[in-house]
């Protein structure tokens, strides 16, 4: 919500760009992955950019476009492209190969091991939660407050900048270091960046007034 009322500021208030009340949302090209949260995140934004009071008494439900996980280009999508997940895979296990061992991973096992299922005792890169998957549960109760917060020990300063350190690498080194894993990730999206362009520029309907 905080994010959609910045952006009301921005290009509503001071810019002037978009209008300062709608009747329905049909001119705004409102698109979200499949993933739940980034829905609930578009709305929020999307209600922050008009509240109600910006919106006429009679204004119908927004459309929100998706698209199936595997046609997905909003993110780095390894659902269809056999390459680019054997790549993400390799350094992922790259990864867990360089930090498993280490004096970091030690720390983060004296904090955490005794929240992890027996089947899966050690923390690691590639245990079972990954190590991402905890990182994620971490920002998630961090966001959504008291009530679903983790045990003390996952808040940890130095558990964080461990955590964090190694979950951008496992992630993102690969878009540092390969030109062909840059391609492939960011490709898709550009495509349709650049076809939105196009319809924009043609006025054709490819593309709405604006985008969200």
């Not at 992955?33 to 980034?38: E, K, L, Y």
């Not at 964090?164 to 999206?189: A, D, F, M, P, Q």
């Amino acid at each position: 919500y905080d994010l959609g009322a910045r952006l009301r500021n921005l290009y509503v208030d001071r810019l002037a760009f978009l209008p300062a009340t709608i009747t329905d949302a049909d001119h705004l090209y409102l698109r979200s992955t499949p993933v739940p949260r980034a829905l609930e995140s578009l709305q929020q934004a999307f209600t922050g950019l008009y509240p109600p009071s910006a919106r006429v008494a009679a204004f119908p439900p927004p459309t929100i476009l998706t698209r199936t996980a595997q046609d997905e280009t909003l993110f780095p999508n390894d659902s269809n492209c056999r390459r680019f997940a054997a790549l993400a895979r390799a350094f992922a296990q790259r990864t867990a190969d360089r930090w498993n061992t280490t004096p970091e991973m030690d720390y983060l096992n004296k904090k955490l091991a005794q929240y992890m299922p027996p089947e899966s005792p050690r923390v690691q890169v590639d245990s079972h939660p990954r190590l991402s998957g905890i990182m994620d549960s971490i920002n998630a109760t961090r966001a959504h407050g008291p009530a679903t917060r983790l045990p003390a020990p996952f808040y940890d300063p130095k558990v964080i900048e461990i955590i964090e350190r190694i979950g951008v690498e496992e992630w993102y080194s690969g878009y540092r270091e390969s030109t062909e894993y840059r391609t492939l990730g960011i490709g898709g999206l550009m495509g349709d960046v650049v076809a939105r362009m196009v319809g924009s520029a043609e006025q054709s309907a490819a593309d709405g007034d604006y985008e969200l």
